[in-house]
């Protein structure tokens, strides 16, 4: 009888202990992976919830392990202020972005190189809730290539300027020619015919839109009056 109720009374222990941690634990969430490119920045975003109230004992501290592997370093530390890592790797190139308030430990990393590349791990303590999951970041970094993204807008401008500017150019070509052979027929005194008018081949293609743009175009620029003789 008394070994059943002291294993009750264990098994009660263990329950209360076991709810305590929970009521005291934190939640801490980060990206899993994050691509971002050499001599370029990037934000390790790292959000955390607390039930106990924030107050200046509350510490973030942040950790990275090489992607070749090794031991994990503390890169970053936060306790009212920001104490970024002053040798190593990432000396002067850590910035604090969070604020704790809001529950946001985030921090940014200038100047990128691949050497960045591992795993970064946020640590957020608030006593006394200091239990919590250990969340990783996979960092991958990477030289930007040439890249030309067509947007919609981009898109929508080709469609509408190129054509345009297209009929505008044979316009001009069109003219000018025009002017050159009016002019040699004033110094000639020749007068084109009807007959030789009607005749003209057609060079414009009328099967494309482009093509029947352009003709009408050009349609418009033929029936100027010829001057009189």
Same mark, same amino acid.
């Given at each position: 009888?008394?070994?059943?109720? %002291?294993?009750?009374?264990?098994?009660?222990?263990?329950?209360?202990?076991?709810?305590?941690?929970?009521?005291?634990?934190?939640?801490?969430?980060?990206?899993?992976?994050?691509? %971002?490119?050499?001599?370029?920045?990037?934000?390790?975003?790292?959000?955390f919830?607390?039930?106990?109230?924030?107050?200046?004992?509350?510490?973030?501290?942040?950790?990275?392990?090489?992607?070749?592997?090794?031991?994990?370093?503390?890169?970053?530390?936060?306790?009212?202020?920001?104490?970024?890592?002053?040798?190593?790797?990432?000396?002067?190139?850590?910035?604090?972005?969070?604020?704790?308030?809001?529950g946001? %430990?985030?921090?940014?990393?200038?100047?990128?190189?691949?050497?960045?590349?591992?795993?970064?791990?946020?640590?957020?303590?608030?006593?006394?809730?200091?239990?919590?999951?250990?969340?990783?970041?996979k960092?991958?970094?990477?030289?930007?290539?040439?890249?030309?993204?067509?947007?919609?807008?981009?898109?929508?401008?080709?469609?509408?300027?190129?054509?345009?500017?297209i009929?505008?150019?044979?316009?001009?070509?069109?003219?000018?020619?025009?002017?050159?052979?009016?002019?040699?027929?004033?110094?000639?005194?020749?007068?084109?015919?009807?007959?030789?008018?009607?005749?003209?081949?057609?060079?414009?293609?009328?099967?494309?839109?482009?093509?029947?743009m352009?003709?009408?175009?050009?349609?418009?620029?033929?029936?100027? +009056? +010829?001057?009189?003789?």
């Amino acid at each position: 009888m008394r070994a059943w109720a %002291a294993g009750g009374l264990l098994r009660l222990g263990l329950l209360l202990l076991y709810g305590v941690c929970n009521a005291l634990s934190l939640e801490i969430k980060v990206d899993p992976e994050v691509q %971002a490119f050499v001599d370029e920045q990037v934000t390790l975003k790292c959000s955390f919830r607390s039930v106990s109230p924030i107050t200046q004992k509350l510490t973030v501290d942040w950790s990275y392990q090489p992607l070749t592997g090794g031991r994990m370093e503390t890169i970053f530390h936060y306790q009212s202020v920001a104490y970024p890592a002053v040798v190593g790797t990432f000396r002067d190139r850590i910035s604090w972005v969070g604020n704790v308030a809001q529950g946001d %430990a985030s921090i940014a990393i200038q100047n990128l190189t691949m050497n960045d590349n591992g795993t970064f791990t946020c640590a957020v303590k608030n006593p006394p809730d200091v239990h919590h999951n250990i969340p990783q970041t996979k960092l991958t970094v990477t030289h930007r290539g040439f890249s030309f993204q067509l947007t919609s807008a981009v898109l929508l401008s080709i469609l509408v300027f190129l054509p345009s500017a297209i009929v505008v150019i044979l316009l001009l070509v069109r003219m000018g020619r025009k002017f050159g052979v009016l002019k040699h027929r004033k110094k000639s005194g020749y007068k084109k015919s009807s007959i030789e008018v009607s005749d003209e081949p057609e060079r414009t293609e009328q099967g494309t839109c482009l093509g029947r743009m352009g003709t009408w175009c050009l349609q418009c620029v033929d029936t100027d +009056e +010829e001057e009189p003789y």
